[in-house]
């Protein structure tokens, strides 16, 4: 266990913390990590297995496509728990992963995403809050299939609340997608997605917005939608 004792102001071209070994936690113990002009991750995982990173917060260059809060790429049977990444360009950027928990996460005010899942399989993200982002609160991307979402909050994001996109087969639970620019949820070319439980209030366009066949065999059980312009589009 490595536990962060001070803040730290990360200089440099390199990640400031970088897992190179298995079997390791991290534990940032509420300290910060913060340098808003660094332009590299703030916290970054490769090929790795069992991996903890907990209590950390998170804040580098949010005008930086490489300013990412915490990146975990290729990373398997880990978990990311009660932490903060706002003000990047990316809060949590997550690539490539299967079986991992991610939990009690804020990701707000990122130029890009609070959290992108991309191309990973069977992980387990709630309690995850992702608002005020520049574009989607959380990004479901490219293959990122049976995964599962609960108690997700996604409001007042410029473009999407919850953007799912080639991804099938997942599971999202207890939903809050208000007041968001464009569309509380965007479906593209995803099928067997199950929403079940949540509410959509004041989305600017459309609460629901399916576009690009194939979108099949979704289901939306339970779902709220209040002082939206149009409440489905398809």
């Not at 913390?17 to 916290?43: E, L, M, Q, Y």
């Not at 069977?122 to 520049?134: E, G, K, P, Y």
């Not at 599962?148 to 799912?164: E, V």
Request: a negative charge; hydrophobic letters at 30%; charged letters at 10%.
């Amino acid at each position: 266990v490595y536990t962060q004792s001070a803040n730290i102001v990360p200089t440099g071209n390199v990640p400031c913390i970088n897992i190179t070994a298995d079997n390791v936690t991290f534990d940032g113990n509420g300290k910060w990590i913060v340098n808003s002009s660094f332009n590299n991750r703030g916290i970054y995982a490769a090929n790795r297995l069992n991996i903890t990173v907990k209590n950390v917060n998170v804040t580098v260059n949010r005008t930086n496509i490489n300013g990412k809060g915490i990146e975990f790429y290729w990373v398997n049977n880990s978990r990311i728990d009660n932490s903060t990444v706002n003000s990047n360009w990316f809060g949590i950027y997550l690539y490539e992963l299967s079986n991992n928990i991610i939990s009690n996460i804020t990701a707000n005010n990122n130029n890009f995403y609070g959290i992108i899942l991309q191309s990973s399989n069977n992980n387990n993200l709630t309690s995850i809050t992702a608002n005020n982002n520049s574009n989607d609160g959380v990004y479901i991307y490219l293959s990122s299939n049976n995964n599962q979402l609960s108690n997700i909050i996604a409001n007042n994001n410029y473009d999407t609340g919850i953007f799912l996109s080639e991804s099938n087969n997942n599971n999202l639970t207890n939903i809050t997608a208000n007041s968001n620019i464009w569309y509380g949820i965007y479906l593209s070319s995803s099928s067997n997605n199950n929403f079940i439980n949540g509410s959509i209030n004041a989305s600017n366009q459309n609460a629901i917005n399916l576009e690009t066949l194939p979108n099949s065999d979704n289901i939306f059980n339970n779902i709220s939608i209040t002082n939206t312009n149009i409440s489905y589009y398809d």
